[in-house]
């Protein structure tokens, strides 16, 4: 007889065998075979390009979680591309420091520099995340990039038919390629290898070279260019050079030359009382030139400059020009000239204005590069000024350094064309400036750009303008100390260091503008005058 116990210690009894069973079942189904395929380290979530120089690059990359390192292998001249490893580099993870922390591993974000790039060079970059502890690995991320060119030439200073060059002697290099221009024709001269004593000393001269033409010199490291530089020699390969002996009469030179094209040559460290010049007819293409010894230029007493001629183009090239006058050149008759030059010169001790051009003319354009101009404008006018019914087309100002300028820096009454100030150290400590510009007619186009201000303007106050222009003139990308003292009219976008102009510079009053190697400075090589870096 089957009793209802029976019945329900059966059911019980066959709940629990279907229990082992299953629970049985269950065991064997959670135990899979892992497939190593599948067994690793998720790969990083970004991996980008931050910045990006001639020879190096930073990389930005998100955490991978269980990584113990990092491991960074660069492939060199084909798009993602790994056939030719030429830098492999492991990064412990515990050395990191995200730069932007997020609340697990994966949402960290880290920088990492690479240096030793070679420029212009295509490069295929790979990472990818390792556990020492287990082997496991992720896959790799990869990116390509392009290196920008390099630059380790310093300057070169031309001459009338050589030219000297310098780089940074720290870097490692082979040969130098120069390389004639002639429009858009480049030719190649020679290649020179490079001795162990020019590698020394980051120089070396060329000589026999043509004058007045356009050169180009690449410095190399095997088959990697590492550096471009394009200079002009001196003078002009055309019309009649001369060779000017202190005493010479430069008007008499110049009369007598009887060529529209005339290259005058001083030299370097020899003083010249000139006088007061006019450039006579025929000339209509004059080189004032002078050749550096022992990096001394050649110093011109030279009260006043004039045309008595209509002249296409003056040229004054590495010569200081000890004014000791004036008004320099004052253009208020009937006669103009095209294009002006004043390229590595140093302009000095004048009262007035370099250019004053106030008639019914047209000139060209005004360029000044690579100069020097200290204690100009100290007496008014403004160092270039131009107004009346002159017709102007534009006037540029690059690659200068600028003391004790007093007035303002140009007083322009006409409507340019363009007004460029790029790579610009200005300082006045005796001469107060109470206006950077004077401009009554807006320019079509006005570039300020890449300037340091400093010193303490004699205590005044200057203003960016004569009027409101922060419609048109801005300063950004530009500098200033904190004890330049800005008045009203402020200069726009300007950024505000925090340092005094000698806390910033090595000796400022005395014309040295190195940026001391102390000071924290994000566009130190990058902004003022080059001839600082």
């Known amino acids: 007889m089957i009793t209802k116990n029976m019945i329900t210690r059966g059911k019980l009894g066959i709940i629990l065998l279907l229990s082992v069973f299953f629970a049985s079942c269950s065991e064997d189904v959670n135990k899979w075979d892992v497939d ?3 067994d690793r380290l998720y790969q990083t979530t970004h991996f980008d390009v931050e910045e990006l120089m001639a020879t190096s690059v930073k990389l930005k990359f998100n955490g991978i979680s269980d990584a113990t390192k990092y491991i960074f ?43 030793d790039l070679a420029g212009t060079t295509l490069y295929s970059v790979r990472v990818k995340g390792v556990n020492e502890q287990t082997g496991a690995e992720s896959k790799w991320n990869t990116l390509s990039f392009r290196t920008p060119a390099e630059q380790i030439f310093i300057g070169a200073t031309p001459g009338i038919k050589d030219a000297v060059l310098n780089w940074e002697s720290d870097k490692t290099t082979t040969n130098i390629k120069l390389s004639s221009i002639n429009g858009k024709d480049t030719t190649e001269i020679k290649t020179v290898e490079l001795t162990a004593a020019q590698k020394s000393s980051g120089e070396i001269m060329f000589e026999g070279l043509t004058p007045g033409t356009k050169y180009m010199a690449q410095i190399m490291n095997g088959e990697f260019l590492r550096g471009t530089w394009i200079f002009n020699t001196l003078g002009s390969s055309e019309g009649v050079a001369i060779e000017v002996k202190n005493g010479d009469n430069l008007n008499t030179l110049l009369a007598e030359a009887g060529a529209e094209t005339v290259t005058l040559i001083f030299k370097g460290g020899e003083y010249y009382e000139i006088g007061n ?3 006579p007819a025929p000339v209509k293409n004059l080189y004032m030139a002078g050749t550096l010894v022992n990096g001394k230029r050649a110093e011109l007493h030279i009260p006043s400059f004039g045309i008595n001629t209509n002249v296409e183009n003056l040229h004054f090239q590495y010569i200081d020009i000890n004014a000791q006058g004036g008004f320099w050149m004052m253009v208020r008759g009937s006669y103009a000239f095209n294009d002006m030059y004043f390229t ?9 204005c370099i250019l004053y051009a106030n008639a019914n003319i047209e000139l060209g354009g005004i360029f000044v590069d690579n100069c020097i101009l200290d204690h100009v404008s100290t007496g008014g006018w403004g160092a270039f000024n131009i107004a009346g019914n002159t017709k102007a087309r534009e006037l540029q100002i690059t690659n200068t350094t600028i003391m004790e300028v007093g007035d303002q820096l140009m007083d322009i009454r006409v409507p340019l064309e363009l007004i460029k100030l790029d790579h610009i150290t200005f300082c006045n400590f005796q001469t107060g400036l109470p206006k950077f510009i004077l401009a009554t007619k807006q320019p079509g186009t006005m570039q300020a750009t890449n300037m340091i201000f400093a010193g303490d303007n004699a205590g005044t106050k ?13 300063f950004s990308g530009c500098y200033m100390t904190s004890d330049f003292p800005e008045n009203t009219r402020k200069f726009t976008n300007i950024t505000h260091l925090e340092y005094t102009s000698e806390e910033f510079f090595v000796d400022p009053r005395n014309g040295d503008f190195h940026i001391k190697d102390n000071v924290t400075f994000r566009a130190r090589g990058k902004v003022g005058d080059p001839r600082w870096y």
Do not use: H
């Open 36 to 38: 190593p395929s599948y």
């Open 73 to 115: 292998e660069f492939s060199m001249g084909k798009e993602n591309v790994f056939d030719n490893i030429v830098l492999t580099e492991e990064v412990k993870a515990d050395t990191l420091t995200p730069y932007s922390e997020g609340r697990v591993v994966v949402q960290n974000e880290y920088l990492k520099t690479f240096e």
């Open 277 to 279: 010049v006019n450039v």
């Open 344 to 352: 590595g010169c140093i302009i000095r001790n004048l009262n007035n």
């Open 462 to 474: 200057i203003n960016s303008g004569y009027g409101d222009y922060s419609s048109w003139l801005d």
